[in-house]
């Protein structure tokens, strides 16, 4: 029963124009969603977040949408960047006041930005 | 600042053997948290320490794994007569408290790759 989903395991983009990488949740309980970038053999770097309070979240080239009525996020990367390759996991955490906030994660998507 | 690191990065062990996997959390983050990945999937919950009590153990696969964080900021796991459906990476992640904002970002070390034979 996976309560994260990412329906897609691979998406291909040139260079300098938009990815979107879509993310689908199916557990009410979640109120905090999170995106980490994953390079081969490294550990998960944090990339953005958002609370369940707001629909959208800016840093930089990299924006995080929520529909919470639809359970799904999607995160956009403008413009793309080669760098930007890598693995996508989208997570999710229960708000627990204090207790185990363990994220839940998707299985990501792997992201391929030709130059 | 330095991150969260992980010692071993590799380690390569034979079934049956006891294995020790130690984490250096962000200095100054209480919550302390492990995980495990395997090939293709995303890293999944094992047990999460809000300093040194292990407040939630409910992703251990079974008693052959535990985990220490005894003083409240290094932390090893550890795992007896390991198999070979052991092998995996085992990933940590470290937080402030949750109630600050911004605390509950989890940031995760280099994890440590685990081959079982």
């Known amino acids: 029963d996976q309560q994260v989903k990412q329906n897609s395991p691979s998406l291909s983009v040139q260079e300098g124009r938009i990815s979107i990488l879509n993310c689908d949740y199916t557990?009410?309980?979640?109120?905090?969603f999170l995106w980490y970038k994953k390079y081969p053999a490294e550990g998960p770097t944090f990339l953005i977040s958002?609370?369940?309070?707001?629909d959208k979240n800016e840093d930089g080239r990299f924006t995080v949408f929520l529909n919470k009525s639809a359970k799904h996020l999607s995160l956009h990367i403008v413009p793309s960047q080669p760098g930007d390759s890598a693995v996508y996991f989208c997570a999710a955490s229960p708000l627990t006041q204090g207790g185990s906030e363990k994220l839940v994660f998707g299985k990501g998507t792997k992201l391929t930005v030709n130059p | 600042g330095a991150g969260v690191s992980q010692t071993p990065s590799n380690k390569v062990t034979e079934k049956g053997k006891y294995v020790e996997l130690r984490c250096d959390p962000i200095?100054?983050?209480?919550?302390l948290y492990w995980y495990r990945q395997s090939l293709g999937q995303g890293p999944e919950f094992l047990i999460y320490f809000q300093g040194t009590g292990a407040a939630d153990d409910s992703g251990l696969p079974n008693d052959r794994f535990f985990a220490v964080r005894p003083e409240g900021s290094v932390s090893t796991l550890k795992i007896q007569r390991t198999e070979r459906g052991d092998s995996a990476v085992y990933l940590c992640a470290s937080s402030l408290i949750s109630s600050l904002a911004g605390g509950r970002t989890q940031y995760f070390g280099p994890g440590t790759r685990l081959l079982v034979l």
């Open positions: 958002i609370s369940s309070i707001k």
């Open positions: 200095s100054g983050h209480t919550a």
């Open positions: 557990n009410s309980m979640f109120d905090y």
